[in-house]
């Protein structure tokens, strides 16, 4: 009588919770490779926040004030703008919906979705700040939505 050896489990569950600790290392270890600002920062900024947290809109005449002149490289933080919707369009994958008209400071979010926004309707964009020169800022990651009527500051 043949006796069958034991068969070894394949290490197919085991291989693929073994790659999800390591990605779950390495998204853990880039979020604390991130510098986090200190609340002082903050300060006379209501228009900006740590990463995902709520900050106050502003509106396009009041963000000027709130600028900062730099930020870290290796950190994110969030901004908050309410105003006229001035441009939406899309490359097929993502959206771009622009706030804010000249000669002030243009804002620029890019997004997955424009939540039906067109051009003239009130909306606010919330996302990653990144200043791109004197004039433009790009958020990005962004959300755009239709104001709700309590969006922008009245600094």
Known sequence: M????????RPVLSYAGAVACVGLALVSGQGAAQTLLPDSFFTGRPAFSHPEQPGKPASCE??????PDSIPADSRVDMAIAGTVSLVRTDGALWYVAVCAEPGVRVL???????DLKPGDKAVLRGGYS???RRHILLDPCLASPENGAGADDQ
């Open 109 to 115: 979010c890019v997004t997955y979705g424009a939540n």
């Open 131 to 133: 200043r791109q020169d």
């Open 2 to 9: 043949k006796t069958r050896s034991p068969t070894r489990p």
């Open 62 to 67: 009041s963000i000027t004030a709130q600028l």
